[in-house]
T-cell receptor, first 114, second 113 residues
Framework: DTGVSQDPRHKITKRGQNVTFRCDPI?????LYWYRQTLGQGPEFLTY????????KSRLLSDRFSAERPKGSFSTLEIQRTEQGDSAMYLC????????????FGPGTRLLVL | AQSVTQLDSQVPVFEEAPVELRCNYS??????LFWYVQYPNQGLQLLLK??????LVKGINGFEAEFNKSQTSFHLRKPSVHISDTAEYFC???????????FGKGTRLHILP
């Protein structure tokens, strides 16, 4: 069990650029979640997958954001035309699949948009 | 909509003293409650959770929390803290009909020598 991994750990980009983050969940975990955390706040839910199906998206997830989990394993979160307000820590978590099973979090990707 | 309030953004406490981190939630339906901890430079990890049954829940590292439905609270306690408990603690709630967890803003626990 190597835990949830996220890549990259840090990303600095200029406003208007596109960025893509990757999350590798714990092997055989069916559920994968994306959260966003800004300074002084708790994690805010963005979206989650059950295997390859995206089951729910938050209103926070504007049309500039897209997430995929094509084979039900790793997931990517893409932000198009980044804005300074997108600067945050993006967290990924996975769980075995039963509701309210413990979610295991990755270390996060810190995004800074200049 | 449900929400979680952590009244204290920071709590300083002397080593070996007891601590209570407060959490209140608002919801008119059944809830599930969680405490997560984030140690410096580490990812979030679950401390404990209340799904049903006994209202006193014991977690890792000597922490426990009590679900109080009448006061809509889920306060976290530890009888004697250690320097290694320095971290940020997040209370979270989920509704029965939902699959997402709503987190509070967090409480930073400072252990004083």
């Amino acid at each position: 069990d190597t835990g949830v991994s996220q890549d990259p750990r840090h990303k600095i980009t200029k406003r208007g650029q596109n960025v893509t983050f990757r999350c590798d969940p714990i092997s055989e975990h069916n559920r994968l979640y994306w959260y966003r955390q800004t300074l002084g706040q708790g994690p805010e839910f963005l979206t989650y997958f059950q295997n390859e199906a995206q089951l729910e998206k938050s209103r926070l997830l504007s049309d500039r954001f897209s997430a995929e989990r094509p084979k039900g394993s790793f997931s990517t979160l893409e932000i198009q035309r980044t804005e300074q307000g997108d600067s945050a820590m993006y967290l990924c978590a996975s769980s075995p699949g039963t509701r309210f099973e413990t979610q295991y979090f990755g270390p996060g990707t810190r995004l800074l948009v200049l | 909509a449900q929400s979680v309030t952590q009244l204290d953004s920071q709590v300083p406490v002397f080593e070996e003293a007891p601590v209570e981190l407060r959490c209140n939630y608002s919801s008119s339906v059944s809830v599930y409650l969680f405490w997560y901890v984030q140690y410096p430079n580490q990812g979030l990890q679950l401390l404990l959770k209340y799904l049903s049954g006994s209202t006193l829940v014991k977690g890792i590292n000597g922490f426990e929390a009590e679900f109080n439905k009448s006061q809509t609270s889920f306060h976290l306690r530890k009888p004697s803290v250690h320097i290694s408990d320095t971290a940020e603690y997040f209370c979270a709630v989920a509704l029965d009909r939902d699959d997402k967890i709503i987190f509070g803003k967090g409480t930073r626990l400072h252990i004083l020598p």
